[in-house]
């Protein structure tokens, strides 16, 4: 069964750094692209960050590019997204979902996570 | 202001036939396939059709989705107690290079 579980979520100050982490089971990690996608409190969902199979290739949502970096390990079948800079407005579930392919380019999200919360304030 | 536009709300009674619209642009869902999510508050999104009209394994057939043009649609046919979720269509955006979502419909049985 496919399974992906999300971690890291915690109360920082704005202008702070947090790393969430997500384990995936069930499926070859490698193979596959992951994604980031939000909720913030009232709203829909949101789009962050995606990464390909390999790792070599990311992207962003321009809402978050040059202050969050997405990164895997696929030895410990685990993605990353590194949030630097934090603002009031990433305050937000964030979830993590196993993609449809390998290139994360035009993929759907098949199998997503209970989302781990972010909370931006001082 | 999401990219792509959705009525916050629809309901029906239990059995009735409830549909979703769902709008962009050339960019979006005029070159690329949509997909539809369901999500219960409190718990994981899941996805409910792919590709357009795609339904995953487990998806009952009461549930179907169609595309024309710029636009698409989510119908639930037989509506029951446990469709109460929101629901957000998502396309990748050329322009954008990503996905966009919807802003999401709630839908309420009544």
């Known amino acids: 069964e496919v399974q992906v579980v999300e971690s890291g979520g915690d109360l920082v100050r704005p202008g702070g750094s947090l790393r969430l982490s997500c384990e995936a089971t069930?499926?070859?990690?490698?193979?596959?692209?992951m994604t980031w996608v939000r909720q913030a409190p009232g709203k829909g969902l949101e789009w962050v960050s995606g990464?390909?199979?390999?790792?070599?290739?990311?992207y962003y949502a321009d809402s978050v590019k040059g202050r969050f970096t997405v990164s895997r390990d696929n030895s410990k079948n685990t993605l990353y997204l590194q949030m630097n800079s934090l603002r009031a407005e990433d305050t937000a579930f964030y979830y993590c979902?196993?993609?449809?392919?390998?290139?994360?380019?035009?993929?759907?999200?098949?199998?997503w996570g209970q989302g781990t919360l972010v909370t931006v304030s001082s | 202001q999401s990219v792509l536009t959705q009525p916050p709300s629809a309901s029906g009674t239990p059995g009735q036939r409830v549909t979703i619209s769902c709008s962009g642009r050339?960019?979006?869902?005029?070159?690329?396939?949509v997909n539809w999510y369901q999500h219960v508050p409190g718990t994981a999104p899941k996805l409910l059709m792919s590709?357009?009209?795609q339904r995953p394994s487990g998806v009952p057939d009461r549930f179907s989705g169609s595309k024309s043009g710029t636009s698409a649609s989510l119908a639930i046919s037989g509506l029951q107690s446990q469709d109460e979720a929101v629901y957000y269509c998502?396309?990748?955006?050329?322009?954008?290079?990503?996905?966009?979502f919807g802003g999401g419909t709630t839908v309420t049985v009544l």
């Open positions: 990464i390909s199979g390999s790792g070599d290739t990311t």
């Open positions: 998502a396309a990748w955006d050329d322009s954008l290079n990503g996905p966009v």
């Open positions: 979902a196993k993609c449809s392919s390998g290139f994360f380019y035009y993929d759907y999200f098949h199998s």
């Open positions: 050339s960019s979006n869902i005029g070159s690329n396939t």
């Open positions: 590709s357009d009209d």
């Open positions: 069930g499926f070859t990690f490698n193979g596959y692209a």
